[in-house]
């Protein structure tokens, strides 16, 4: 039920039907070899643990579509092509819908309806601005973790920002994934930083005796 509401919510059924090219002939049309070389360096380590993505001798089903949802996105998001992070968001997505067709324009009606348009470009630059909105708000209510950072020589985007590319995947619990989604679905990127300054406000007292960098990373990834 889950993924048919974020198939809904999302706008990808509308983008479906009103789309000109179907996903069957997006993914018949070549792709650019930069993108194949991007894509495959991902897929191994893309929920690598998951019985269904594991590959062996023969490749794992999910990869398979995974990896033909990246390719047919590269087709219709000629301004990203392939951008680290939309792996994850993809394989979660066939992950809940089970259906690759349905992961494939939901993917996209995130990319295109829920965050700004450069959100997932090369520079990330729709990731980047929230960013600094969360920096600016973390300098404002938790300004001794920040000066703790500064006096480390440590910016907070080099530990948040994983959080905003891959939509909290690997940050939080697959249930915690799931309902912060929900919100998304909802909000969009509006969402992302609500949830970024909750974690850090749960995580202060443990951030704020971290002494390096190790310390910092490993808190951050398990607050």
């Given at each position: 039920m889950r993924g048919d509401v974020w198939y809904y919510l999302s706008?990808?059924?509308?983008?479906?039907?009103?789309?000109a090219t179907t996903y069957a002939e997006l993914c018949a049309l070549?792709?650019?070899?930069?993108?194949?070389r991007m894509v495959d360096l991902d897929l191994p380590r893309t929920f690598a643990n998951n019985p269904l993505f594991t590959q062996t001798d023969?490749?794992?089903?999910?990869?398979?579509?995974?990896?033909?949802?990246?390719?047919?996105?590269?087709?219709t998001r000629r301004d990203i092509k392939y951008c680290?992070?939309?792996?994850?968001?993809?394989?979660?997505?066939?992950?809940?819908?089970?259906?690759?067709?349905?992961?494939?324009?939901?993917?996209?009606?995130?990319m295109d309806h829920?965050?700004?348009?450069?959100?997932?470009?090369?520079?990330?630059?729709?990731?980047?601005v929230d960013q600094m909105v969360l920096e600016m708000l973390?300098?404002?209510?938790?300004?001794?973790?920040?000066?703790?950072?500064?006096?480390?020589?440590f910016q907070l985007v080099v530990f948040t920002?994983?959080?905003?590319?891959?939509?909290?995947?690997?940050?939080?619990?697959?249930?915690?994934?799931?309902?912060?989604w929900d919100v998304i679905m909802f909000e969009g990127?509006?969402?992302?930083?609500?949830?970024?300054l909750a974690l850090i406000s749960i995580g202060e007292k443990d951030l704020m005796i971290c002494s390096d960098f190790s310390e910092f990373s490993n808190t951050f990834k398990y607050i």
């Open positions: 706008g990808a059924a509308e983008m479906r039907a009103e789309s070549e792709v650019d070899s930069d993108v194949k023969k490749e794992a089903p999910y990869v398979t579509m995974l990896r033909s949802i990246l390719y047919a996105t590269s087709q680290q992070g939309l792996n994850y968001i993809a394989a979660l997505l066939l992950l809940v819908q089970n259906d690759e067709e349905r992961a494939f324009w939901t993917l996209n009606a995130i829920l965050f700004p348009k450069d959100y997932f470009n090369e520079q990330l630059t729709g990731a980047r973390v300098t404002k209510q938790n300004p001794e973790l920040k000066e703790k950072l500064q006096s480390a020589g920002l994983p959080w905003f590319i891959c939509l909290f995947i690997n940050t939080l619990p697959f249930i915690s994934v799931m309902r912060v990127d509006k969402a992302l930083i609500r949830i970024a």
